[in-house]
């Protein structure tokens, strides 16, 4: 029962480790900054305040708010120093990074729509530069397609981070947070491993737990009914000889 309950326990955990998606932001501007606890599990909510509220927001001429569904920090990790993307980042005058952010699909939806009243600024969705003036931008990036084939998705995700940075850089006054989604629901071709993603960092280290936990708990278990049964298993296993003996 115990150990049920613990797996209970651990189940919501494994929920919020698998739907923790990086949040990565830079700016062409040095007034601007964002302090955020970059280690562990970071909630959108605080996030997304933080950003609201960061001196120099509305410095930009553009802010670009880019969704990229089934990102993850390792596809960021994975990019080589020397890729646009990086470079971009790298060169940015200001830029802050927040590997695990917890389900940030649900409460960064209304981030760009806030920063757009904030900035009095209007509202688009198109990364092509616009006539002077300033402007908030909502981008959806194409969902991430090669789930199962690592060296297929490097390529995608290198493209595509590629394209987004030769984009952005056509607009010399902008700040751009590119955040990290849940992946859009698998086809049922797609087997258990994919659709669950069990080898995320979150998840081996929830299973680090389990074992560093449960394991020793169940071992424990094992060795006290042991204790319990050994005094009478010692009586039914006496030597045949010893019993003879007393006969
Ligand atoms: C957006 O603004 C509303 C109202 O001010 C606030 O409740 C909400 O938390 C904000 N959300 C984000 C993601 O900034
Ligand atoms: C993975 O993708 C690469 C490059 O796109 C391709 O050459 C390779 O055959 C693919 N491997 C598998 C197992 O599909």
Redesign the pocket.
Known sequence: MRAFALVAAVAPLVRAFSDSHPLVAWSTESTWSLNVDSTGMQS??SV??Q??SAPGLCDHDSIFVIHYPGLHVSDLQLLPTSSEFSSAITKAPSSALVPHLVAPSS?????P???S?LCNAPLGSSLAPRTPGKHIVHFRLKPIQSVSNGSARRAEVAETTARLARELAQHPSHLAVLVGTRAPAPNAKQGLFHRYQFLTPGVITVLLVVLGVLVPFLLFGVSTIATIKSPLTGESFKPVTAQKKNQ
Do not use: G, K, P, R
């Not at 409460?107 to 981030?111: D, F, G, R």
């Open positions: 959108a909510d997304a305040a950003l609201s409460h960064l939806a209304q981030l729509s806030n920063i009243t």
